[in-house]
């Protein structure tokens, strides 16, 4: 047992010696270390120059970017953002390419290389045709091979159509503060946009929304611009558009009002059970006075009965005001007596 742990304290001394050999700068042994180094280094980098003077083949990744497509056409679906190139060069070459094919792109005039298939919007591009002038831009490389050796692009008309503009509103529990409301609709201006695209893409759009529009505890009219949030292959007439949230105060209101019935052949009469029901609601405070002028209108529909199971008739508001909201009636289904006159 003795002996075991002497070997656990003679390991730690060794490893401890050779840490202050290495601190002490004056000591033989921290300038052979350094020199040993130092020449490891030097070997290293001749090694390497003389590596990278040798000819090599490998593949390169080169970007590429599309321009100048026939005159009023756009190009649908994908094609490659890349071209994969089989190359023979020195070690410095390819490096070099490494190290700057993705900070300059090449730009691609589709325009001077497509040709027309057998589909009328259907182009090819045979990229072996575009050798010379990758060779130009990679000095001192020769390409051997070019992947993928077609491209295909299917083109269509561009097309404009006006769509309307929609607000995305954000809705949560808090967006207004308690006691408001919106009071109105939300105005947009201008409420429609040109949008020019592919056709299948611009008649499939039906309404061109806003980025996400927020708000927390809100308690007056707010307006503002906000982006149009962008859809893949549309370009918009106008970037921008201003939204309105007309805000203001509601109250709750409760009113006890009597129930008449529509509909009634001229020979009968039918009376509502009860004969009133209550009808509470909200309603901002400017808009009071309307609900004045123009009381509600509690009905029953006598042609309704043949479409009850219960007896029983759902009451229901003639003309309802848009000024109103949260509207709840009680009774909401009421008894009825028919009678001959």
Known sequence: MSSISNKGKIWPGYILKYYRLLADVRSPFHHKLITFLFFVLVSTCFWLVRSLGQQYETNVTYPVRYTDFPENKVLIGDVPQKLVLRVRASGFSILKCRLNLNIIPLRFNVNSYAINSSGKDTYVVITGNI?????????????????????????????????PVMPALKMHEHFYQKQF??????????????????DNVVNSIHFIYTEPISFTNLTDTVSSDYKL??????????????????????????????????????????????????VTYHICLSNYPQILHSPLLPRINFKDINLSNSGRLTVFLADTPKVISNVRINPHEIEFLITRK
């Open 181 to 198: 409301t919106q009071n109105g609709d939300i105005q947009v201006s201008p409420d429609s946009i040109n949008v020019s695209g592919p």
């Open 131 to 163: 050798r010379d002038m990758l060779s130009e831009e990679l000095d001192q490389v020769k390409i051997l091979n070019i992947s993928p050796d077609t491209l295909f692009f299917r083109l269509t008309d561009i097309v404009t159509r006006k769509v």
């Open 229 to 278: 949030k962008p859809v893949k292959s549309l370009t918009y007439s106008i970037q921008k558009v201003k939204v309105t949230i007309p805000v203001d105060r509601f109250t709750e209101v409760e009113n006890n009002l009597p129930v008449q019935s529509i509909n009634v052949p001229d020979s009968l009469s039918m009376i509502a059970i009860p004969g009133q029901v209550k």
